[in-house]
Each structure stands twice: as C-alpha cells, then as structure tokens.
C-alpha cells in the first residue's frame, strides 16, 4: 500500500507561485481563506465591506506574491495584506462617506510613461493571461467599470460613472460585483491554461493607430473600413439623441479642423476596447481637452458603439 501523498507546504506552494504557477497560488489562497476572512470580520464586523476586504486582499496578494521574502510565513503575509485592505475602508468611510477608498488594485492606476505601468507589470508575471482570462469572463457592464478602474486614467467614480452614464452608486455596486466575480474567477481557473492575452491590446494598439492615419489621410483601408461598419453607432455627448450617427463622419470633422489626436494607452478584451489619446488642437475651431477616450463595444470584432469620454484634467 502506498503512503498517503503530503500536501506541499506553504514554502512550496509560494515558490512555485512566484515561479508563475498559477494553481499554487489558487491553493495557497484556498488554504488561507479562513484565517483572510477572520481578520477582515475582527475589524469590519460582519457584511459585504469583509467580504470585499477578501477579496481585496485575494487581487492583491495575485499581483504581489513576488514581495514575499519568507515564503514559509506566506499566512502571515496574507493576513496582513487583508488588515490593510480592511483599515484602508475604515478610513474611507471617515474621509469619503458612500464611496471606496482604495482598493487592492489601486496600485495600477499608473501613466504609460511611468516604468511600473500596469501592463509592464502584467508582462512580468506568467499569471498576465490568467487575469485577462477571468476578466473576460465578466458580464460587461462589470468588464467596463473594472477595466476602467484598474487598467486606464479614467479611475474616479464620478470619472467612470460620467463615461459610462450611470449614477456614481451604481459604479460602486458593479466595481463591487466585478471584484467578487473576478476573485472567484481566478481561484476556480487557477489549474487551467489560459490564452494570450497580449494579442487582442496589440491588435487593438494597431486598430487605434490605423485608424487614425486614416481618418487624417481620407483613406480608408480595407481592414480600418471592415472595423467601422454601417451600422457602427456614436453614442455619448457626440452622437444624437434623435438619430443615429457613424462615428467616421463626427470624428472626420475634428480631424478636418485641425484636432489631432496621438494614442496612449490601449486595453482592450474581446467585446470592449478602451483608447486614451492624447489631443493637440493648434489652430482648431473646436477646442478639445487635452486628453480624452475612445469606449468601443465590439459585436463580431466590429465596432458596434463608439462613446467618446473627456476625463476631468487632474488637480
């Protein structure tokens, strides 16, 4: 008869997932979600802030398991991620009454320019595909507000509820909604192999430059023409309430004027694309912000909606 099979210990299960195994760091936080969640209660007593404390602590604990020097002790480690999480909605809840303080992704509301940008963090973790995966498996109207959130500039609630026009308690309820679904989503698909993530930003990245030598040169190619159909909408402060307008001719008519824009920033899943650009307007009529967004709601790899957001310029 052969021995009973030693489950590994948490030295080994924090090895092997700083090595980029993603189901050692599900099973790490399967192990420890008991001792996660007694912390969280002690502190925020019983209800949804707890839960959230958890889950907090769970997205945090994925980008950050390279940070653990002991990784015998990771338990502790991971009880002390969830007593910040938890002290950080203690003092929101003193400071900004009815909204979130920062969350356990926060971390990630970095510029293009800086050296930790978020998608150069991703890049640096084998679990890059596996956050994408379980992202992309979010109803998205959660995808929207998350991606939102974490991976673009536009990241106050009254920023993201202005773009998505919905009332601020609303960004809260779904940003809540899409961290419980993204925390279960990554523990139930940890074993599991993921696909590439970085093919559809990359695709998306050369979509938004294409695009926007076409429209500047009047020439649409073939592949531009295809993502912009006849049945493309511009909704948002561009479109018409009345009637339904193509973006090519509204965004053609800035061009036309002396408005140039310069992409950013691109992330992008499969139904839903978000473009931050950068706007000069030397000698234009109209007078743009000096950034703005494109929200693009994909049907078929096709541009079915395109929302135009101008985010508040920062203090």
């Known amino acids: 008869m052969a021995p009973p099979l030693t489950p590994p210990t948490d030295e080994e299960l924090t090895r092997r997932a700083q090595a980029g195994e993603t189901g050692a760091l599900g099973l790490l936080l399967t192990r420890h979600q008991a001792p996660m969640r007694a912390v969280a209660l002690s502190l925020l007593g019983y209800g949804p802030d707890a839960e959230d404390a958890v889950q907090d602590a769970a997205l945090t604990a994925l980008r950050r398991i390279g940070d653990v020097r002991e990784p015998a002790a990771v338990g502790a480690w991971l009880k002390a991620v969830v007593r910040n999480a938890a002290r950080t909605r203690l003092r929101a809840t003193r400071e900004t009454p009815g909204l979130d303080g920062l969350d356990g992704l926060d971390h990630l509301h970095l510029r293009d320019h800086e050296p930790s940008h978020p998608e150069r963090l991703i890049e640096q973790h084998a679990m890059r595909d596996w956050i994408w995966n379980a992202v992309e498996e979010l109803p998205p109207k959660l995808r929207l507000v998350l991606m939102l959130r974490h991976f673009t500039g536009i990241t106050s609630y009254e920023e993201i509820a202005e773009a998505c026009e919905v009332p601020v308690g609303t960004v809260r309820s779904r940003l809540n909604q899409a961290r419980a679904k993204l925390a279960q989503e990554l523990l139930s698909t940890a074993t599991q192999s993921h696909d590439a993530a970085s093919a559809l930003t990359d695709e998306s990245r050369h979509e938004a430059v294409a695009t926007l030598e076409a429209w500047k040169s009047g020439s649409l190619p073939r592949e531009i023409s295809e993502l912009w159909p006849a ?16 973006p090519v001719p509204v965004m053609r008519e800035y061009v036309e004027d002396g408005v140039r824009q310069h992409v950013r920033h691109v992330v992008a899943s499969r139904s839903i694309a978000i473009w931050e650009m950068d706007v000069t307007h030397h000698g234009a009529v109209h007078r743009c912000p000096p950034t703005l967004a494109w929200l693009m709601f994909r049907r078929n790899g096709r541009v079915d909606k395109l929302r135009v957001v101008f985010p508040r310029p920062s203090a």
């Not at 049945?231 to 193509?246: A, F, K, N, Q």
């Open 231 to 246: 049945e493309s909408e511009m909704i948002g402060r561009l479109g018409r309430p009345d009637r339904r307008v193509h």
